[in-house]
């Protein structure tokens, strides 16, 4: 099936768990990702990129691999305007202060020339009735969620996982009842003005096309570059 030309246009290419990534951030960056995902925990004041406890590293903190290099990038004609998605593991509340801490040493990188870089947080966020409150931040929405319209206003896109709605690998054919699922979720999103984006979804040629083909406006994958080129020559 070829894609048309104004599903190619709206797609959009989400990184997930960009850190592990044989070059974190800059396969991105050269692929020109609308989205970078990063998953923090809070140790000893600093954050740390790990996809669990287990896995942290005390060099692999969220500024070395992610803020210093957007400070770079802002030096560059390379700078475009892209979303950091920052999934916190831990609590907001005691997560939030050294992440605020850290964005105003770099404040100064995160817009140049009309182009701008918004930080979106993920995994444990405040209540969804205070998403307003925090002037810095946007929020990665969940379905079947009663957003406040000035909180509705923090929500850069809706999110969930595939799972929830299908069991099906990326091959074969997915039967008409899951796809009506999916395409349900997608729509209630568009319904209120947000693009939508499936994590844990097959991450095949065959799910992407399927997911542009129901209105999905972000693929989310680990393979940046092939996603990027599938878009493109598709």
């Known amino acids: 099936m070829i894609l048309s030309f104004m599903v ?3 797609v959009k290419i989400h990184s997930h768990n960009d850190y592990t990534h044989p070059k974190p951030f800059y396969d ?12 923090v925990f809070l140790v000893k004041h600093t954050l740390i990129v790990a996809h669990s406890r287990k896995e942290i590293k005390g060099k692999n903190t969220l500024e070395k691999l992610y803020l210093k290099p957007i400070r770079a990038l802002s030096k560059k004609d390379k700078y475009y305007t892209f979303q950091l998605m920052i999934d916190f593991k831990d609590n907001f509340d005691l997560t939030y202060p050294v992440l605020l801490k850290a964005l105003k040493k770099y404040k100064n990188s995160f817009e140049k020339n009309g182009m701008k870089i918004s930080v979106v947080i993920s995994g444990n966020r405040p209540a969804d009735s205070t998403f307003h409150q925090y002037k810095e931040l946007f929020f990665d929405g969940l379905p079947n969620h009663q957003y406040p319209s000035e909180d509705l206003n923090k929500v850069v896109m809706i999110s969930d996982n595939f799972a929830t709605y299908s069991k099906w690998k990326g091959v074969g054919e997915i039967s008409d009842q899951d796809k009506e699922k999916l395409q349900k979720v997608i729509n209630d999103a568009h319904q209120i003005g947000k693009p939508f984006r499936f994590w844990n979804a097959p991450d095949y040629e065959a799910c992407w096309e ?3 083909s129901l209105g999905a406006d972000i693929i989310n994958t680990d393979q940046v570059a092939t996603a990027t080129n599938y878009f493109k020559t598709n």
């Open 8 to 10: 190619q246009a709206q």
């Open 210 to 212: 399927l997911l542009c």
């Open 28 to 39: 991105a960056i050269e692929n020109k990702a609308f989205s970078i995902e990063a998953d």
